[in-house]
């Protein structure tokens, strides 16, 4: 079998799965916003990728009836994702550049420690979690899904370890030898030079914690608190569900994700390909 130029047998094999996975992650986004454009007839049509005719309806009355909580219900999410990425990024830093570069005792019993944590999932410790949150008085607050990320995170962790084992210690012993201590050398040596790091882990808790639902559904029971995701989920009804408003929504939800991917999309690719290449 003859093949174009510059490609081999394997990676053919490796674009067309690549293309593959591409379709299975394109091909719902691109039916939600197709139902997001179609008429109230044509809404549940299998047969209708394209709508015909094509209809914003659904963004303007999803609008109007969203627009006295959109604000708040966006502010809250905006608080819980920005305050909580940076407690992330701040702590996980700290402590994986501290695992790469210090040597303290059972280092290695600390760093797989973490990783074991790392194998448990979430639900088993939701209960334990939830007892102690309400003992505290947090339930209602954004407090659980924001303040825990303020003492790290066993991926995040992970990552930064990973990222700093490649960092180059040249620069950090000049750093030494101009007398400049560790946190300084971490602050004005590491950091900027880090930055491909801090900003694809930024983005992917980001993202993570922008579209969360199973947390805010659990912690913030009063309306008052509610994110965006929760505020969709409203619209669903026992009987009836005003789908092209539901989809609309979540169109509109994609749109600041798929705007600040663009705009880091260097940054993210680089932290991304450095970072889990070392062991």
């Known amino acids: 079998m003859r093949l174009p130029t510059g490609l081999t047998l394997s990676s053919t094999f490796y674009y067309g799965l690549l293309t593959l996975l591409a379709l299975a992650y394109l091909v719902p ?60 990024l701040l702590s996980c830093s700290l402590a994986g550049y501290a695992l790469a570069r210090w040597r303290f005792p059972l280092r290695r019993l600390w760093f797989y420690g973490l990783l074991a944590t790392m194998m448990v999932p979430g639900h088993v410790t939701l209960i334990p979690t939830y007892v102690l949150f309400r003992k505290l008085g947090w339930l209602n607050t954004p407090n659980p899904l924001i303040i825990p990320f303020f003492f790290g995170s066993p991926f995040a962790t992970f990552f930064f370890r990973q990222f700093f084992l490649s960092f180059p210690r040249e620069l950090e012993d000049a750093a030494t030898l101009d007398g400049a201590g560790a946190l300084r050398t971490f602050r004005s040596i590491v950091v900027p030079v880090s930055k491909p790091a801090f900003v694809a882990l930024g983005v992917l808790h980001f993202t993570g914690m922008w579209n969360g639902f199973f947390l805010p559904i659990i912690y913030l029971q009063r309306k008052e608190q509610w994110v965006l995701t929760q505020a969709i989920r409203s619209l669903l009804g026992r009987y009836d569900s005003p789908w092209g408003e539901i989809m609309a929504g979540v169109v509109l939800m994609t749109v600041p994700i798929v705007i600040l991917y663009l705009l880091v999309q260097r940054y993210f690719v680089q932290g991304i390909t450095f970072g889990g290449i070392h062991g």
Do not use: K, M
Not at 43 to 70: C, K, M, N, V
């Open 29 to 88: 986004v691109a039916w939600v916003v197709s139902t997001s454009l179609r008429t109230n007839a044509n809404l549940l049509r299998a047969d209708q990728w394209i709508p015909d005719p094509i209809t914003f309806e659904h963004y303007t009355s999803g609008l109007q009836e969203a627009l006295p909580d959109l604000a708040r219900y966006t502010f809250n999410t905006l608080r819980i994702a920005g305050l909580s990425t940076l407690g992330l």
